[in-house]
């Protein structure tokens, strides 16, 4: 049998989507579906179309399609969900909880009618208690269910330190546990740039003050857009992850994976570093944590706990 490119479907083709949509083209991972509603369906095709035209000056031989049609995701490698509403200027990611579980009901169960052996990566907020929904409506194994929050929020650390220490972002290292909220935890104990502790290069004062603008990332930028939220951020994001799976390059990222005892936690979704593969999450990394980093993460664990109460079936 003739060997066939990668498929990747992006549902949601709204900003977060359609960059994703094009940076996973440009990367030549995979032909790529961008799927949105039927009132969008016009919008949808004519993003794809652009990103189509672009591929020669890109060199890159994918195919890209816009739809409203699930049938078009049949067989898909990857599925990235990116549909739902975002937050504006005064409201936390939690506010579109109702809204958006209802979303991720829908669209997994037009996913898996067409690719039932799938893996899904979630973006769509808020995201921990999305990922858990996704799980729930869709059937599949933990390790095919994916959420995106921690590649972000370690970039984000990343460039704030490299900004910092005027350094390669490449050199800096971070890892961010916990649910993608205020409440995450950057575990600085395990942040190194260039192989040296991040303790060593910067005061307390300023690794705290890197932590909280980490940690308030994500409203950082709804502040200055004032009609949405991040997206070329987290699209890169998305396509690290796309492409650890595709490529099954076993990388070591931060994602949102289902716990059933690691780090004493049981039937959640939230935030911790795994290897990423062909198989999707093929392992949860369990760390030693102190006492302090422990109660950090409770709280954090503790928000995700009460946004999944909220959830339809909770
Ligand atoms: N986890 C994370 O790190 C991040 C999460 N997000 C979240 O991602 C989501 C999307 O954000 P944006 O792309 O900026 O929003 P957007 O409003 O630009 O796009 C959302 C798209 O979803 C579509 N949509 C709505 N219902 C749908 C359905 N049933 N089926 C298919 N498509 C549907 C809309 O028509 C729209 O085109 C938001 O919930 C946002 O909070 C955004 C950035 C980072
Ligand atoms: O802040 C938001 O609403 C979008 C998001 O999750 C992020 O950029 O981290």
Do not use: C, W
Not at 17 to 43: N, R, S, Y
Not at 91 to 118: C, F
Not at 202 to 221: F, H, W, Y
């Amino acid at each position: 049998m003739a060997i066939k490119r990668r498929k990747v479907s992006v549902i949601g083709g709204g900003f977060t989507g359609a960059t994703t949509a094009l940076m996973v083209a440009q990367k030549e991972l995979a032909d790529v579906v961008l799927v949105d509603i039927p009132d969008q369906e016009g919008p949808v095709q004519g993003k794809a179309l652009d990103m189509l035209e672009a591929t020669p000056v890109e060199g890159s031989d994918v195919n890209v399609v816009g739809t409203a049609d699930y049938s078009d995701t049949k067989d898909s490698d990857v599925v990235v969900i990116t549909a739902g509403i975002a937050r504006k200027p005064g409201m936390s990611r939690d506010d579109l909880v109702n809204t958006n579980a209802g979303i991720m009901k829908s669209v997994t169960e037009q996913i898996v009618k067409y690719s039932p052996d799938t893996y899904i990566i979630v973006l769509t907020n808020p995201a921990d208690a999305m990922t858990y929904a996704v799980y729930q409506a869709s059937g599949l194994p933990k390790n095919r269910v994916i959420g995106q929050s921690g590649v972000l929020d370690t970039a984000r650390f990343r460039a704030f330190v490299a900004q910092e220490l005027q350094v390669s972002v490449e050199d800096v290292q971070g890892f961010v546990l916990g649910g993608h909220g205020d409440d995450m935890v950057p575990l600085i104990r395990y942040s190194s740039v260039g192989g040296v502790p991040l303790t060593k290069l910067l005061s307390q004062d300023r690794i705290d003050s890197i932590v909280e603008r980490t940690r308030k990332g994500g409203g950082e930028i709804v502040s200055l857009l004032g009609n949405g939220s991040a997206y070329y951020a987290p699209a890169a994001a998305l396509t690290q992850m796309v492409e650890a799976i595709v490529k099954d390059k076993k990388r070591i990222l931060p994602t949102i994976a289902y716990l059933e005892g690691e780090y004493g936690y049981n039937d959640i979704y939230v935030g911790v570093p795994t290897i990423l593969g062909g198989d999707g999450i093929e392992k949860v990394i369990e760390l030693d944590l102190t006492e302090d980093e422990k109660s950090d993460l409770s709280t954090s664990v503790d928000s995700v706990k009460s946004v999944m109460k909220l959830l339809p079936q909770n």
